[in-house]
């Protein structure tokens, strides 16, 4: 179908909208959101258009590459994994730049914020698009830019621009180890063809990739004493970017403090783009996992010990959009422990993590929608300040409300009624349990179950806290406009129907993605590769464990409804500031005085005071200190020529005696 | 019958001094400028006659002067210092009713200078050698009231008399063991000098004899008092002319009759060639005055000189012989501009004292572009920078030590070179750099052409070296026999 | 016959008092005599080597030196009366105005 | 044929001399700027004529010059110089129209930075060593000339280290050529300054020690002029009291004649001195420590031209790390680094000159919140910094990727090295924007404007290319691989 | 005192050197002296030398004189301006 050939513009159009936004948004209507918009729009609708052309041919995927410089190519691909993510990323962009329109109209910069995440936009569309890693690093790293420019989106503002920094810096450290793989990965497969890389073929390609698979797991290297395969390396070294762009424990840090920017960029990193980027990265190359040993393991425990670690400091939160923040780590925390259940369940943990993650686009990007909607009508993000919205935000309190129960994960297990996030979150704890049952680990279930537990607790809070009670202060607030209420009641429909409808669909769709006519690899076979033993047919847990997290979700409303809405127990009690734990989870572990001020201050800083100080002192001193001595000497030096000439001639005579007595001595010498 | 044409040129100078010395005593001293002019024209004939004969090999009146490819080149340079001199002093004697006794004492020493280029004699080679010195020693105290030029003149005498005293008597013992003076007599007889001890104290003592003309550490402690005292022109005389004289006269009697010699004087001037550019180039950056910074990197520069006289090859020689004609040009250069600058002084205020005082060069460039222009790439020249003449021989002396594996000593040179660079570098901050002091000043006629034909002497050999090249290594080839 | 040698050892000795005097006196005419001294042991010697060695040209050059001997005391003596003149001593001891 | 590179060299020398005699400033300024667009048509000329399927040199012109000594006046470019060629061509055009509002000594100024073109086109496309030494050393003067007027506070210091500095390297390197000259003329009966036919014969000296002390006095020269850790001190100093043309004209041009000598003479010599693999090793430590090196000191730096300069430092030292790997992709990406870090580090040093001097101060702690007033100034730092830290989709990445990635097939260790400068380089790179154009505007600063047209016209065009190159690198890329095979297949030769 | 006995030690080494060298050296001499043969005068002999050989040096020589003789007239003539 002649609709694949448009398959180009998906990330162009949005590109060009930047670009014409940037330049001559000005002078247009609403500082040119409209441009933008179209672009996006028709971006999704050819997005949606493959995608289906795909539902119904899934062999046939799209696959165009171009000759680009050296031995690397441009190219798209769009498989069933990209397919999805593509209408879900283009789709809810949408919504939330329609929303933006009317979020934005008040502030003067409008052109350059159009721009900006039209650019974003196109930048995790590239990266979704990208049939070969290196192309997938760059559209990743312009994700990166562009978060960095949207972050500091207000950059007068001191607190904006230092997070905006860290949010680029510490991603920047997830991608370098990105690029240590694809160096690696590179390098090694140019070991395997002994230096000769085969003419006309891009070795940095997917397919090229996943076809030499066994070689590089085959390949050994001694790292700290112990053997470990190459293979294992470069898919860690992945993770390792996906950890810093999907916000994983321990590069998580700047995703919170990413809230300085405009809640609907908030909304845009948090669920269309930026953040999933890792997760899709890491189901990119799931083959490459599957092929390495421990690999999938180490994504697990580190998804799994995100999940929990994130929503602890969630509860503490008072800042409507930070809890969020810690909501969207969490989440992640979900995904990556989902792909790394792929230890049991194969390519079915790319499908099930896959569709949280487009679940969670949508209910996150409602949550963060709504408080936007709430921070825009009451002026403050401060949860302390507010209370009893929901009656002044009826549309805005509702959608939430759907949000809240997609994200904690309500629905009656062994029905197809439930929210979306039931379908996703609530399947990806059932595979940990697998796991457990399997290699006797339970670890990654118990991160799993007590994290559903606490994220059920923190959003309720926040509901509870926001919208319910009397107003704390005298906030004022107004329902928002049509542009801003109509996204949030698309995506609540779909918070709420979205995984109901098409689950199973979904993951059969994803099966296929390793399997076309761009690449074909045999998933069990890897696993062999990878030493991982996968389970087939796996419909047969206990009762109690369908249940769990039904139950402990219920069990966080409960709470939460005791103390935040009933009042209970007096939270200002235990939240004082002598609470050990309290104070933990409120300074987030400290995280922040470890990261920023320990590691970069102290340690780098100082280190590079030091090289000052061998630059100046030393190096220089050197330099410095032969130019001053010359010029000493020379100063001494020339108290010789005293002006007597009786002197003089005494020198020359001197100088005759002495040359007579040195030449004597080396001739006789030699 | 000898062809009195190859003397020429020593003849018509000498004729050209005689008539300046009669005419003014018809002159009176309003017209005395004719004479420079006379003398100009003098020089310029010699130098033709004797570019013209550039490659004649003869040796004449039995033996005691020849006319090869060295002493041609030789007399090149010390005619076109002499020419350059001249014109600039026009301009300095104007007014001065003892133009004729300046004029004809330069031409004298010219000729001295001449005569020992082409001297095949240890007799023609010291009469001329005292030609020289004599009439300079006048030179050098040509402004008699000022006290700074008679002590130039006293201190330029005694050691000068002392040095001649030095080399009178090494010479004799050279012909106390030889039993002649000719040069290829020696040559021929110089074995039972070079095996008995005699010989190396009178190789001593030569070279302390020409060592004092070239102003070789340590028998340079004359040369800065004495190019700071004397007239600027004298100055540019002495550093460019009289020191090359130095140089033909250790080519000949060293090179040639006492090649026996060698291990004994290679050493002498390696020792001698270190210390003195390392100690020219130390006590020039300390130096305020521009005359005495460069008087003592004339005295670095011989030391680069004497290079060759260690190295020894014939790349060696073409080097030295070669960085004799481009210092000619630089350092007469350099002293013109500074003689241009005194005279600007002066025209700012009669009674200026420390008239080489580096502060006179502040903001030069703005005063006298053309002057500071020249002036620059003089400095340039003999820091060494291309395209400049004092690169091209530092090229070819520097690389004849790497050829001949005196890697130790290149080192040294080239350490020496990037210091003598920062005083260099700080006439020409002194000059582009630093706010000027007055207005704009035209330079005098006499001054400008001067300094403009040093000029292109310098970027000449600098841009096309080629033919200079190629007689310095004629010339060389003259050494190599 | 008188060896060689004796003459040599005397112009060595005259030249070496020359050299003590041209390092060791203050008065500009007594260096000046130095400087003769000096001038005459060289022509001792070629005088010598001149007779020794049944050569003339020695005996030529010492009526040569004798001559530039003469010229140069002439330039001498005019600068020593010029800076007589001008400072009414001869004691080039204190003409160091040009130093360092 | 018309000798399309002696006017190359020419052009600009004559313009520098009609500038210098100019009145006017506005006259100066015109003369320069048509001065140097002739040789930015010529080499665009010449890229189109160029055939970069040969590494063979191109547009050679040759004839005898002082036949005495064996040098010759031989002119050419091949795929090593055509950018560099280029790259001059581009920045001295940008530097004018940016330096549009000098007042002080206009003519003087444009006329030094056209001879300061004509030297560095002449050391790009000299093929005799004489020739190429002198070029070499003609570009010192303008260069000290510009710093020392045009300076700021401590001009004097800076540019008389800079010149002497750079002057010792220089004539290390040049012991190195003689050393080379009379060898082969010993070793074959015939003098000749020829580059070519100089590397050619290299081989065939015997003594090992020797070969190893040419490549050693080459380098030298070489590496300080890069400059590499540790002699690179001149650098930041001339950096800092350098106008901002002259800063450019210092990172754009000069500092590439290193890495151009790195490949013209070093990586041919290299297989064949005493010792290769300790030659590499060599070279591949100093690329690594000066990556590391410049890029912690960068983040010591209170100066924010200071901190570009070490930047720059850190960034030439990819050029050495990829030198060193001797991977045809690892050298041709050094050879883009050199292209596309000259285009970046304009940008950079001309964002600081704005800074300068319209804030009237560099120091980053004093500036902040320049954004506000100076939105312009700001996109273009921003686009420069960006590049500069490796951006994707822009030059530097292109080049910074070739180098790492290719270099680990054969320096593995050092590659992982490198790979932390990123790191860093971020960090001060993030660190001193949002310390001087974000944040709160700082009060003391006073009246704050953008910048002029003329200066957002340069910018704009570096950045423009600094795009261009990064999305389409072939037009400069693919000559600089056939010459970097070229290069390496001399190693399969020596067997190493 | 102390820097005329150096420069007396200085003049005694310069003696010593100069007069070991002399005495150590094997000096060429003819067996007997010419001028112990016959009393006969050398002086034409120089004479013939001097126009023949050495007349360069002897022009030369003039020069000198006049030079010398220019010279020292110049510096010694009290110049009072009036």
Request: proline letters at 4%; aromatic letters at 12%; one cysteine or more.
């Amino acid at each position: 179908m002649a609709i694949e050939y448009l398959a180009f513009l998906i990330p162009l159009l949005p590109a060009l909208a930047f670009v014409i936004t940037f330049f001559f948004g000005k002078k247009m209507y609403s500082g040119g959101a409209l441009i933008p918009i179209g672009a996006i729009a028709i971006s999704c609708i050819i997005s949606i258009l493959i995608t289906i052309n795909l539902l119904q041919n899934p062999e046939e995927v799209v696959h165009q590459s171009f000759h680009w410089f050296a031995i690397l190519n441009l190219g798209i691909l769009i498989d069933p994994l990209a397919g999805v993510m593509l209408c879900m990323v283009s789709f809810v962009s949408l919504l939330i730049h329609i929303y933006a329109v009317g979020y934005m109209s008040h502030d003067p910069a409008k052109p350059r914020y159009f721009a900006e995440t039209a650019l974003f936009t196109a930048a995790m569309l590239g990266v979704v698009l990208s049939d070969n890693i290196l192309q997938l690093f760059i559209c990743w790293e312009l994700v990166g830019l562009c978060s960095y420019l949207l972050i500091g989106f207000w950059f007068q503002k001191p607190s904006a621009a230092a997070a905006a920094k860290k949010a680029f810096l510490t991603t920047r450290v997830g991608d370098v180890m990105f690029l240590t793989g694809i160096i690696i990965l590179f390098s090694s497969i140019f070991t395997i063809y002994n230096g000769n890389l085969p003419e006309g073929v891009y070795v940095l390609q997917f397919n090229e990739i996943f076809k030499l698979i066994p070689e590089l797991s085959a390949m050994h290297t001694t790292i700290l004493g112990s053997e470990v395969s190459m293979l294992t390396i470069i898919a860690l070294l992945f993770f390792g970017g996906a950890v810093g762009k999907s916000g994983q424990f321990p590069l998580h840090v700047w995703l919170p403090d990413a809230m300085e920017g405009p809640t609907t960029v908030s909304a845009l990193i948090h669920a269309a783009t930026m953040v999933t980027a890792g997760v899709y990265l890491v189901a990119r190359t799931f083959p490459m996992f599957m092929g390495a040993p421990d690999a999938l393991i180490v994504v697990a425990y580190v998804g799994g010990f995100t999940a929990l670690f994130a929503s602890t400091m969630g509860i503490v939160m008072n800042d409507i959009k930070r809890v969020l923040a810690f909501s969207t780590i969490s989440q992640l925390g979900y995904m990556m422990l989902g792909l790394g259940m792929g230890a049991v369940v194969g390519m079915e943990a790319v499908g099930v993590s896959m569709f949280h993650l487009i679940n969670h686009a949508f209910f996150k990007a409602l949550l963060f929608l709504c408080a936007g909607s709430v921070i825009h009508s009451v002026g403050t993000q401060d949860m302390r300040q507010m209370g009893g919205v929901g009656k002044v935000m009826p549309i805005t309190f509702i959608t939430m409300l759907v949000a809240s129960l997609a994200l904690a994960g309500f629905g009656i297990p062994g029905t197809q009624i439930g929210t979306s996030g039931f379908f996703s979150k609530d399947a990806i704890i059932e595979t940990t349990y697998l796991f457990g049952e399997h290699t006797g680990n339970y670890i990654p279930y118990i991160f799993g179950i007590v994290a559903a537990l606490l994220t059920s607790i923190y959003i309720f809070r926040l509901l509870f806290m926001t919208f319910t009670g009397k107003p704390r202060t005298d906030y004022g607030g107004h329902e928002s406009p049509s542009s801003m209420t109509g996204p949030l009641s698309i995506l609540a429909v779909l918070a709420l129907f979205f995984g109901a409808l098409t689950q199973t669909k979904f993951y059969h769709f994803l099966e296929g993605t390793f399997e076309n006519s761009f690449v074909h690899v045999n998933i069990e076979h890897l696993a062999e590769l990878g030493n991982y033993h996968l389970v087939h047919g796996h419909h047969g847990e206990p009762l109690l464990i369908l249940w769990m997290p039904i139950i402990v979700g219920v069990a966080g409303l409960l709470i939460s409804f005791l103390i935040y809405y009933l009042n209970v127990v007096d939270m200002s009690k235990i939240v004082s500031r002598n609470n050990v734990v309290f104070k933990l989870l409120y300074n987030r572990y400290y995280q922040h005085q470890i990261f920023i001020e320990i590691i970069s201050l102290h340690l780098t800083y100082g280190l590079s005071l030091v090289g000052e100080f061998i630059d100046r002192k030393i190096i220089d001193g050197i330099i410095d200190g032969i130019s001053d001595g010359t010029i000493a000497i020379g100063e001494i030096i020339r108290k010789v020529q005293t002006g007597v000439v009786q002197s003089y001639a005494t020198a020359v005579i001197a100088g005759v005696g002495l040359l007579i007595i040195l030449l004597k001595l080396i001739v006789e010498v030699q | 019958m000898e062809n009195y044409m190859l003397l020429a040129p020593e003849i018509i100078l000498a004729l050209v001094g005689l008539t300046i010395l009669l005419a003014g005593l018809l002159i009176g001293t309003n017209n005395k400028n004719i004479l420079g002019y006379i003398a100009s024209a003098g020089l310029i004939a010699a130098l033709c006659l004797t570019i013209s004969n550039i490659s004649v090999n003869e040796t004449m009146f039995y033996g005691t002067i020849t006319i090869d490819a060295l002493s041609q080149f030789f007399k090149i340079v010390f005619i076109s210092v002499s020419l350059l001199v001249t014109i600039a002093s026009i301009k300095y004697t104007e007014g001065n009713k003892n133009t004729d006794e300046f004029f004809t004492l330069l031409l004298f020493s010219t000729v001295g200078m001449m005569v020992v280029a082409s001297a095949n004699d240890l007799i023609t080679l010291f009469v001329g050698f005292e030609l020289a010195s004599l009439s300079t020693y006048a030179l050098a105290g040509f402004e008699k009231n000022n006290p700074k030029s008679i002590e130039a003149a006293m201190k330029y005498f005694i050691i000068g008399s002392l040095s001649s005293a030095l080399m009178l008597f090494g010479i004799s013992f050279v012909y106390g063991m030889t039993g002649t003076t000719s040069i290829p007599g020696i040559a021929e007889n110089a074995g039972a000098l070079a095996a008995s001890p005699i010989g190396l104290i009178a190789v001593v003592m030569l070279i302390a004899g020409f060592g004092f003309k070239m102003a070789l550490v340590p028998f340079h402690m004359w040369a800065p008092d004495t190019y700071q005292g004397a007239p600027t022109v004298v100055s540019a005389l002495l550093a460019a002319g009289s020191k090359k004289m130095g140089f033909v006269a250790a080519f000949r009697v060293l090179v040639v009759a006492l090649a026996v010699l060698s291990p004994t004087w290679q050493t002498a001037f390696a020792a001698l060639a270190i210390i003195t550019m390392t100690l020219g180039n130390v006590v020039a950056v300390s130096q305020t005055s521009i005359k005495r910074m460069l008087a003592y990197s004339s005295v670095a520069q011989a030391g680069y000189i004497s290079m060759a006289f260690v190295v020894m090859t014939p790349m060696a020689l073409t080097g030295g012989i070669l960085y004799t004609l481009s210092h000619a040009f630089m350092k007469t250069g350099a002293f013109l501009v500074v003689a241009v600058v005194g005279y600007m002084v002066l025209s700012d205020n009669k009674n200026a004292k420390d008239i080489d005082h580096i502060d006179n060069f502040k903001g030069l460039a703005k005063r006298m572009p053309l002057t500071a222009f020249s002036m620059m790439v003089f400095v340039f020249a003999l820091a060494g920078i291309p395209p400049t003449a004092g690169y091209m021989s530092k090229f070819i002396l520097f690389s004849s030590t790497i050829e001949s594996g005196l890697v130790w000593l290149a080192v040294i040179a080239i350490l020496n070179s990037a210091l003598s660079l920062y005083y260099y570098a700080r006439i020409v901050k002194y000059m582009y750099f630093l706010p000027a002091s007055g207005g704009k000043v035209s330079e005098p006629v006499p001054y400008a052409i001067a300094i403009i034909l040093a000029l292109a002497g310098v970027l000449v050999i600098g841009i096309w070296p080629e033919p200079f090249v190629y007689w310095a290594m004629e010339a060389a080839k003259v050494l190599m026999i | 016959m008188i060896p060689l040698t004796y003459y040599l050892i005397l112009s060595s000795i005259v030249f070496s008092i020359g050299l003590y005097g041209i390092m060791s006196q203050r008065n500009g005419v007594r260096l000046l005599m130095s400087v003769e001294l000096m001038l005459n042991s060289a022509n001792i010697n070629l005088v010598a080597f001149s007779s020794y060695n049944d050569d003339m040209s020695g005996q030529v050059f010492t009526l040569f030196s004798i001559a530039l001997a003469a010229a140069e005391a002439v330039i001498g003596f005019a600068i020593l009366l010029s800076i007589f003149r001008m400072r009414d001593m001869i004691n080039i001891d204190d003409i160091n105005i040009l130093r360092w | 044929m018309m000798p399309i590179v002696s006017l190359m060299i020419l052009v600009p020398l004559i313009g520098a001399v009609l500038t210098l005699l100019t009145q006017t400033k506005e006259q100066a300024r015109v003369i320069a700027l048509v001065f140097s667009l002739a040789p930015l048509a010529g080499a665009l000329y010449m890229i189109m004529q160029f055939n970069s399927l040969t590494p063979a040199m191109q547009f050679v012109e040759s004839f005898d010059w002082i036949p005495s000594l064996g040098i010759l006046y031989k002119v050419g470019v091949d795929g090593i110089a055509m950018p560099l060629v280029l790259l001059a061509a581009i920045v001295v055009p940008a530097t004018i129209i940016y330096s549009w509002g000098e007042d002080k000594d206009a003519n003087q100024f444009f006329g030094l930075i056209l001879a300061l073109q004509a030297g560095v086109m002449g050391v790009f496309t000299s093929l005799d060593f004489f020739l190429f030494y002198i070029f070499w050393e003609l570009t010192l003067i303008p260069m000290y000339f510009l710093i020392s007027i045009w300076g700021g506070p401590k001009k004097e210091y800076a540019a008389i280290k800079f010149f002497i500095y750079t002057h010792v390297a220089s004539l290390v390197m040049l012991l190195g050529i003689f050393a080379i000259y009379f060898a082969v003329w010993a070793q074959t009966g015939v003098p000749s300054f020829e580059i070519p036919y100089l590397l050619e014969q290299f081989q065939f000296l015997e003594s090992s020690l020797l070969r190893d002390s040419i490549f050693l006095a080459l380098l030298f020269g070489f590496i300080v002029k890069m400059p590499a850790v540790p002699f690179h001190t001149w650098l930041p100093d001339a950096h800092v009291e350098a106008p901002t043309a002259g800063s450019v004209l210092l990172a754009a041009v000069l500092l590439k004649m290193g890495g151009y000598g790195l490949f013209r003479v070093m990586l041919p010599l290299l297989p064949f001195t005493g010792s290769p693999n300790m030659m590499i090793s060599i070279l591949a430590f100093i690329g690594v420590l000066s990556i590391l090196y410049g890029a912690m000191l960068a983040l010591a730096q209170t100066d924010l031209k200071k901190m570009v300069a070490y930047s720059s430092i850190s960034h030439m030292g990819y050029v050495t790390l990829g030198a060193a790997a001797l991977v045809p992709l690892s050298v041709s990406g050094a050879m883009f680094q050199q292209f596309s870090h000259g285009l970046i580090t304009c940008l950079l040093f001309m964002s600081c000159g704005a800074i300068q001097h319209i804030a009237g101060t560099r120091i980053i702690a004093d500036l902040g919140g320049l954004a506000q007033k100076m939105p312009k100034l700001t996109v273009l730092m921003m686009f420069g910094f960006m590049a500069s830290l490796g951006l994707p989709g822009l030059s530097g990445f292109i080049a910074e990727f070739m180098i790492l990635t290719f270099s680990y097939i054969t320096l593995p260790g050092y590659v992982l090295l490198a790979l932390l400068g990123i790191v860093v380089t971020a960090g001060y790179h993030l660190w001193a924007i949002q310390r001087s154009m974000f944040g709160v505007l700082n009060a003391k600063l006073g009246h704050l404007h953008d910048i002029t047209n003329y200066e957002t016209i340069s910018m704009g065009i570096l950045a423009l290319l600094v795009l261009y190159f990064g999305l389409n690198p072939s037009p400069v890329l693919d000559m600089m691989t056939t010459n970097a095979e070229q290069i390496v297949s001399l190693m399969a030769l020596a067997g190493v | 005192m102390i820097s005329k006995a150096i420069n007396g030690a200085v003049a005694l080494l310069f003696l010593a050197v100069v007069a070991l060298a002399v005495v150590t050296t094997t000096w060429i001499t003819v067996d007997e002296l010419p001028q112990n043969l016959a009393d006969q005068s050398n002086i034409e002999a120089i004479g013939v030398q001097i126009f023949t050989q050495f007349v360069i040096p002897f022009e030369v020589l003039s020069l000198v004189l006049l030079g010398a003789l220019i010279g020292a007239v110049y510096i010694a003539k009290s110049e009072v301006e009036k």
